[in-house]
């Protein structure tokens, strides 16, 4: 028995396993044309109790409120006033001139690791405007710009991704693996996906106490394969937890595409199946994104429980430094990817509303690319990775257990002689 | 002072840190309105509500995340898992998150989770009811393990395990939740249940036993026998039945290790044998061995034996032949007495 | 602030957090009548090839095919003999035999652990017969129906529950873990669920070599929490995998009503979230059972991958010899429970053909005591739990490894030095 | 003969199997159309196809559940594991089924499945990157633990891993992927890649290097030095660095360990030190201090000390100061030697 497969191998079984497909493979075309997405406002928006059966339309189809021209239009268009909509398009332009910064710098050795968000700015941007400051976020590497609209100065995010003596991380994490207490910014994990069911956790002690603070997570759309997304959606609905529950469908997982984990139909369908409300955004639209994000935390905080959100968004970048895209995808796809960009379709809109001009744009980019090269010079200041000055060495001794034990105590001494 | 079971002993630990601190809960599968399936956490649902006492999914993973997260956001969280066999799903959120948490946020967020877990055999559970894996627990930067060997060090130990700001992994030897164990031949005029023996006399209020301090129970001069959990008193009775004058030490915490006390006894008695259930290889006895081989080769004259379970998975039908014996202990004793 | 619960408890916290209910606590009516139980005969049979969404009301409504009257009616009708019928019957009044003689054993100490499965003898009997002895059953503990059918001798599972010389686990299984090649029934792990997963590798591996065998697993209420039942889910609908996925909701979990697992709908619905089409079926109606099961197979067979099947039952004994239920549920659940007895009511059906007779079920009944009462004695003919003779006891340090290595062969030297 | 890196070397192991077996087939995240972050399976998926080569969800727990029910059904899966500090979530599926299977159903099942784990630091891969979790699998009774340290052994062993009836943990040891590693201050004078390694030189065909067989690379007098993986490399750099005439043992398998070599050779040096990356406490070298000390007591002159990476996460910025350096190593041997 033989059996050809991509043309090449010679196997003695024929077999009958089915194996998920890509959207474009090195040298094919994106298959993005056969995605169906509604027009902008077709979607209604439910009441906050609404049954969870009753977000069927919401999960499969996909809620979106810029329309091609700019215009927010339909039940979802929220509140926002230009202030607010330029607050957030200066969040996205910083976040991605961050990026792009840090991306370069990685390029000449001074990070050992990066990771950019390009195309899905719009996802933590909107979430986080659109949530309380006492509302804890259980984040994955890939929202920073939670970080920005939260205030966090720019160069302690630079200072840990450098591992200097100004990185509140002590040297200690890979750079982007964030963790901001003062800023309710959970300490993001290297293990995919743990802080999602870590979240639920944190939304139910909210409950236990009776306070108001929700919590929010976010995971990838291959992440959600991960047990952990299993258990938070599993803990979320059995006690109604006050949490809102984010993948972030960004199409790729590295080299993975989105189908090894979607099972064929829409991540925000899977939430059905465990009695919660679910919706899946266009997530390149901020003000669909907002507007979601506002409806979940207001049912949250109502006590209706959590909501799973689909966040619709394609990664425009390699997975990171590490990574070499072409090596898996065609090169035309993020051209090709039907949803545009964050940044520009909210410029559009601002524009549309006489509230923004192509003159003002590049005036920001560029004051917000000099201000995060003056940043990235405050903080090699404090210190660079190969060269330091970083940490004490013997610090990485502190903080295993709240008070130094005996044994760690004489490994510390022995590091502390040679030094 | 009331004759409590170690079941007894370690509800009266959930219920006067429960009745302390409206932080500490209790949760875990079937621990709330039925009390758990050893009891331990009877009546907590009815005085503290169902919040406190809280009945979860089964699976273990999700439990001890939600447990960390309500650790980060206040709570002291103390997780019940069945069987310690059970803490394999839960392993990635110990081992990755939970011990991580503190060193990894430079301080930032932490999470005082304590992870209750019946373990080792004995009660005729098979393979997966009579599991002994805290010495996987042991190899875990970030995380304390505990396990007691009597009702009032059960209390003690627990109160310190909740109050501490660590993770502690606090292993129950359900051998002895109901009275001691002796080995397969049982008794021999010995205490059957707790209210016959000096630890089953446990405190009603609160009080505790500091984590990180061993128990010297028995003072010798020949052999110094380094155990914890249900084979502390297969040791006791193994010691009578050698003739060895063996000094016998209760190790109570695993980690931090208090090593002071067992190199004190060593240095003494010049010999030393390690008794636990847990399979031979990589377990902790292992660790023991290297500790006290570094620390006091000038000092022995007999090579360090371990006396274990062995590396196989624990059978239904061999429970006895499975567990360190009495003859087992005894030969081994007797050989370290017999080097000089 | 003080928060009451119970009637007893005193708190510092108002807690807002939800806590499933129970359908009954001790003292408490059961809640059963609110269950929406559809009348026999009203659902459809949709092609092999339906989609996964188009089993929407399967999945949240209830197969069902035997009436009030004991009629097969409706589109789910299976055909089946009365030969089959009375097959049918006979497994189940053999498993049910089975379970009270080893029950009574237990309470005389003769095994150290039992298991009962009576009221959900249906499930694993008429799946077991609507399956092909070629496809691999990986059960729970409380399938021990399928042995019945596929034909395991019970002298066999006697000795296994006794760990006696005759025992084919050698003596280190508890009772009621069995395990049986010949028979394609996998070895029960104790570890809940882990066996769901597995299976599903099992069906890849078919579909990978071409072939046309099966797989079929099952797993309890309370075990659809654990992650192993996620990963099958999403590995059968990523990959199609031929299997057959059961959930055998009988409410309970040990104390826990199914409420702390199902989030408040059916556990089928679950599986239209991984997109497979899923059914819930009348657990306790042989024929329902039967033909979804034929239906389901034939699916998988077909190369339209996996089905998800919830079948609806009833505990009606406790959990095991060392669980007491009248600690956490009413003592009348199971006489509320209104889908009856699942061999009441094939008699019912058979009388009504006219292929059985009360004297005939008295008679069969008595029969197959008696003749379970010839199987213990031939059993405990071989060696006892306590007395033996089991294995010889070095056995222990066999199939740790296919060959046993120098350390356990030293130990294993230590073992027959005593012995 | 042909010069391979360690990744091209697991590679052919691979595509040689494959290539005489239609039920092997690779399976794990990126590991298909992409041939792995670490290359390590480039080209299958194009040779044998999507399903031999095959890509997974992100669930290891998922990965391993399916890998053994494969195994049952006579496939050969070989699991990738992204990272070492990933197999967490599968620790369940391999602790409590894989190692069991055989044991618990009397012999009648059993999985053939490898586990390829890239694990060890050295790549500033911070605390996620960069453990060393072999000494947890060596508790596990039912499972064998393998890690080379060459192209040559890792082609080796993969194989025998892959034809093995019993399940392997394969850990492969990341910093020496593309080249030797001598510690931080590297190279001086020493190899850079594999090509310039006598390691590096592979046969391109079928071979297999039995597991369960030690390699002794240095022949020595005065300290036997127990080692595995990336620190094999460094020990040997150590070792000439300090002058002492050190025998040098590569572990090759720790799981079943090659007792009698270590034997043999301690018994002739009387001292032993044992290196890795691992934390310390209740790591592998603990179990090659106890069974040393047990089996070599009347010959050891010095007590045998551990060298290891600390009790702490693996830090992102210190590593160099985490990893066992030549000083550290020196030290021991140096002091090693100086007892008699
Ligand atoms: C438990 C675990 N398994 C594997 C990895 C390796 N890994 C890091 S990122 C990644 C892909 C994640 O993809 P997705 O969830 O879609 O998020 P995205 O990177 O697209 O934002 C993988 C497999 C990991 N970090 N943790
Ligand atoms: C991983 C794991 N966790 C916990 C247990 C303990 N346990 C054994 S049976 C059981 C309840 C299972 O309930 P369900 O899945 O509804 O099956 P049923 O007993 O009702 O058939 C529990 C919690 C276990 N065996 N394995
Ligand atoms: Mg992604
Ligand atoms: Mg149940």
């Known amino acids: 028995m ?45 009441p906050l109790d609404v049954s969870p059966q009753d977000t069927a339309d919401l999960a499969h189809g996909m809620v979106r409120v810029l329309d091609d021209e700019g215009r927010a239009v339909g039940a979802w268009a929220p509140e926002l006033t230009p202030r607010q909509l330029r607050a957030g398009l200066r969040h996205m332009l910083h976040v991605r001139a961050y990026d792009e910064r840090m991306f370069r710098m990685q390029r000449q050795g001074k990070l050992s690791f990066y990771m950019k968000c390009t195309g899905e700015e719009a996802v933590a941007v909107a979430q986080a405007m659109a949530l309380e400051d006492g509302d804890m976020l259980f984040p994955t590497y890939r929202q920073q710009g939670l970080l920005f609209v939260r ?20 040297g200690r994490q890979m750079p982007v693996f964030y963790s901001w207490k003062q800023g309710n910014f959970f300490s993001i994990s290297g293990n995919l996906a743990t802080q999602y069911s870590q979240a639920v956790g944190w939304a139910m002690a909210s409950a236990y106490k009776g306070e108001d603070h929700i919590a929010a ?67 390149n639209d901020f003000l669909a994104v907002y507007a979601v994000t506002r409806w979940a935390a207001a049912r949250a905080r109502a006590g209706h429980g959590p909501t799973f959100v689909e966040l619709f968004t394609y990664r425009v970048e390699g997975h990171s430094t590490s990574d070499n895209p072409a090596g898996y995808r065609s090169s035309d796809e993020a051209a090709a990817w039907p949803l545009g960009d964050p940044i520009e379709r909210l410029k559009q809109h601002l524009v549309n509303l006489g509230e923004w001009s192509d003159e003002q744009h590049t005036a920001l980019a560029a004051e917000l690319q000099a201000s995060v090269a003056g940043d990235w010079k405050r903080a090699i200041a404090l210190g660079t990775l190969e060269d330091g000055p970083h940490w004490p060495v013997e610090s990485m001794f502190e903080d295993v257990f709240k008070e130094i034990p005996e044994h760690l105590r004489r490994q510390q001494e022995k590091v502390r002689a040679k030094s | 002072m009331t004759a409590m079971s170690m079941v007894q002993a370690i509800n009266s630990a959930l219920d006067c840190t429960m009745g302390r601190d409206p932080n500490v809960l209790v949760m875990g599968q079937d621990v709330g309105y039925f009390g758990g399936v050893f009891r331990c956490t009877e009546g907590l649902y009815q005085k503290y509500g169902a919040h406190r006492a809280l009945d979860t999914p089964i699976a273990e993973g999700g439990i001890v995340a939600a447990a960390i997260g309500m650790g980060v956001n206040g709570l002291r969280p103390v997780v019940e ?48 009811h009579s599991q002994s894996p805290e010495g996987i627990f042991t190899h ?54 707790w209210a016959e023996h000096p630890a089953g006399e446990v405190p009603e209020g609160h009080y505790s036993i500091p984590l990180g301090k061993a128990n010297v129970l028995r003072q010798g001069t020949e052999v110094t026998v380094l155990s ?32 002071e ?76 007495a017999a080097c000089d």
């Open chain 1, 151 to 170: 205030g966090r100065p720019l160069v302690d995010m630079m200072c840990h991704c450098i591992s200097n003596a100004g990185d509140n991380l002590k």
């Open chain 1, 2 to 46: 033989t059996n050809s497969v991509d043309g090449a191998a010679v196997s003695a079984y024929a077999s009958k396993l089915h194996i998920p497909r890509a959207s474009s493979r090195p040298g094919e075309t994106s298959d993005f044309q056969s995605l169906a997405i509604p027009p902008a406002g077709s979607l209604r928006q439910p």
């Open chain 1, 217 to 283: 997570a976010w995971v990838g759309d291959g992440s959600t394969a991960e047990a952990d997304v299993h258990n938070a959606m599993l803990f979320a609905a059995t006690y109604r937890a006050p949490v809102l529950l984010n993948v972030v469908n960004n199409q790729w997982a590295i080299s993975t595409p989105q189908s090894f984990a979607s099972t064929g139909t829409t991540f925000a369908a899977r939430g059905l199946g465990f009695n919660i409300p679910s919706l899946r955004v266009d997530g």
């Open chain 2, 228 to 259: 914890y959990g249900t084979m502390v008193h297969v040791a006791e009775a193994a010691i009578e039945h050698s003739g060895v004058d063996a000094e016998l030490i209760d190790l109570r915490t695993l980690l931090p290790l208090d090593i």
């Open chain 2, 140 to 193: 875990v930067c970030g995380l304390k393990t505990v396990m007691p060997s009597n009702p009032y060090d059960a209390k003690g130990l627990l109160i310190s395990a909740i109050e501490d700001d660590d993770p502690v992994i606090f292993f129950e030897p359900k051998r002895i939740y109901n009275g001691p164990f002796y080995g397969h031949n049982a008794g021999g005029g010995r205490a059957r249940t």
């Open chain 2, 81 to 128: 898992m069945q069987f310690a066999d059970y803490i394999y799903p839960a392993i990635d959120q110990i081992i990755s998150e939970l011990a991580r948490l503190r060193h990894r946020s430079g301080g930032e967020f932490w999470a005082p989770v304590v992870v209750r877990a019946p373990s080792g055999g004995g009660i005729r559970g098979g393979q997966t």
């Open chain 2, 261 to 336: 006390t067992i190199v004190e006894s060593v240095e003494k008695t010049g010999r030393c044998v390690v008794i636990h259930e847990a399979t031979r290889t990589s377990g902790f006895g292992a660790e023991l061995v290297a500790e006290v081989q570094e620390e006091c080769f000038w000092h022995l004259k007999a090579p360090i034996e371990r006396v274990t379970g062995w590396d196989t998975p624990y059978p239904h039908a061999f429970e006895w032949e499975y567990f360190p014996s009495h003859e087992r202990i005894s030969d081994a004793l007797r050989r370290a």
